[in-house]
């Protein structure tokens, strides 16, 4: 075996790893790699009590076509062991990586102990990966005091650096779920600031806009070549989804913003899922027609019940002309709809079987539909890209709330670029709460606008809202859950300070948030 030295997952949570490795000459001469494979660093997700997939993608050269490698497949060794050190090996194997999927690797781990906490590495040519770690669930059934996870996403590269990731890493969450914008498709050329000055990004993608599966690859390698998004995964297991950045800006099923004919922009789409695909640690393959449904359920012991819906690839075009508008009659057409049959049927079984102490939803747009009429308004405004574009589907999904089992329901959302806590409300009766987790960077150190009060003026079930990047990490107990809304002081430095903006929970048995 060729001689290197491994960065352990200590040293990249710690930051002691800051860029890729770089090969020495006597190594290259041993190996067909000119540089280090493992660039984009390693990756596991989709826990069930008895496993977990395994991800690493192959790219010496992660910028270029291909990521540099061989249009042929290579074989990769696997290892899982309960021992940093690897030497307690529980499982191992080797597998082909096909250039055909970016040279990506998916292990299907299965046989492994629940509730248990493994390390992970691949080698491939004699060098082993960064090492990363997961733990499976707990048992059907067990008894859990806690889980803790981290709500993470909407991370543009060129508006911010990732301090946000390097805290969740050291939080040392049970697991992240990811609630999609993974990437972004856009690439302002001539970035202005709110007064239509220009300014300077603090980083770049290397490509404009994607719109091939080259392009979108080599938007993912932008993106996972940062090292506290490597550290973030290499600590923990990840739940995936995706929204809408990750193929364009507030896509709906067949449906662009350009208005494009369906039948040329489901191209574009399937080669953005394959990529996500591709560069995420789940289970979901493309479906021969390109499709990538992520939708899943997973129960946490007798503790949780978590139910991922996709609300993004079924959807009805939004009405009103999309964006932040007023009400028009295409918002309560009949068929409007966030999700479709299938997946309705999924959550209404979901919860009507469900014995669990909570069930919790994350999911990608907000919930709660807030009006969202800026001072002198006369008029409601809202956001058609979220729920608030499909009221009676928002309608639908609190009357499952209503129902469930033990009554204690939970939404994690995102998408917003800003933090909310909020109530949601069927018939003036409270029937769940809402953590919306604000972006790791997206929208930079300048929010959205500065309509905050006013929101929280117009809507009573809006609690707190907050304009900082950051993430959720949502505590979940018997008693009750807390969202610790964890804050940057700026994206535009490295390493800034983090620190909770606020803390808010909701009591078992006693619907409605509270200050933690």
Known sequence: MTSLITPTRRALIGGLVAAPFVLTGRARAQLSFSEFPFQ???????MTPDGFILWTRLAQKPLEPNGGMPMKPVAVDWQVATDEGFKQIVAKGTEQAWPEL???LHIDVTGMKPATRYFYRFICEGLPSYVGSVTTLPAPGATVDKVRFAAVGCQHLEHGWYTAYRDAARQNPDFMFHYGDYIYEYHDPWPR????LPITPVRRYSR???MSLEDYRVRYADTKLDGDLQAAHAVCGWYCTYDDH?????WASIYDQENDPPEMFVYRRRAALQAWYEHMPVRCKPTADGIVDFHRRVDYGSLAR?????????????????NFKPDCAARHAPGQDMLNAAQWSWLEEGFRSSRNSWNIVPQQVMLAIPDRREPGGSQPIYNM???GGYPAAQQHLLEIFAKAPGGNVLVVTGDEHRNYANDLILRDKIVASEFVSTSITSNGDRPDDDNSANILANNSFVKWINDQRGYVMTEVTREGCVGDYRTVETVEKRDAPVA???????????PGLVRA
């Not at 600031?193 to 239509?196: F, V």
């Not at 990750?246 to 507030?250: G, H, L, P, W």
């Not at 909770?500 to 006693?510: D, E, F, L, M």
């Open 246 to 250: 990750e193929v364009e800006n507030n």
């Open 500 to 510: 909770t903006a606020a803390k808010w929970a909701v009591a078992s048995g006693k």
């Open 385 to 387: 890209d979220s729920w």
């Open 102 to 104: 970016a040279h990506s």
């Open 208 to 210: 404009p806009t994607p």
């Open 193 to 196: 600031d709110r007064e239509g």
């Open 40 to 46: 984009l660093g390693v990756a596991a997700g989709d």
């Open 306 to 322: 978590f139910h991922y819906p996709n609300t993004r690839l079924y959807r009805s075009d939004q009405p009103c002309g999309d």
